[in-house]
């Protein structure tokens, strides 16, 4: 069974980064394309980054664009999501999710994914 395991939320101040990891067990990760989503609270919840399982595209929402970094490592089985010059507005609930396959179509929704993590608070506050 494919389990993902989200870690490095936190409360950092405005203007700070914060690295988030996914380690996916059951599995080699390079059958999968990765996708991180977030959700705020009384919000739907929303693509932040995915990369692709062929060739490592990525793909960012306007909103992080320039600011986050998604990558992968298929030897660790965990993708990461480094964000830098954090805003309250970022402020949610992160989640790692995983679909299967050749996948090359990088904006996704929650229906797309075949897997999900449990999730990590990030909170952005002074």
């Known amino acids: 069974q494919v389990q993902l395991v989200e870690s490095g939320g936190g409360l950092v101040q405005p203007g700070g980064s914060l690295r988030l990891s996914c380690v996916v067990s059951g599995d080699t990760l390079d059958n999968y394309a990765m996708a991180w989503f977030r959700q705020a609270p009384g919000k739907e919840r929303e693509e932040v980054s995915c990369i692709s399982s062929v060739d490592a595209r990525t793909y960012y929402t306007d909103s992080v664009r320039g600011r986050f970094t998604m990558s992968r490592d298929n030897a660790k089985n965990t993708v990461y999501l480094q964000m830098n010059s954090l805003k309250p507005e970022d402020t949610a609930v992160y989640y790692c999710?995983?679909?299967?396959?050749?996948?090359?179509?990088?904006?996704?929704?929650?229906?797309?994914?075949?897997?999900w993590g449990k999730g990590t608070l990030v909170t952005v506050s002074s």
């Open positions: 999710a995983a679909v299967k396959g050749p996948h090359t179509i990088l904006v996704v929704t929650p229906g797309d994914m075949d897997y």
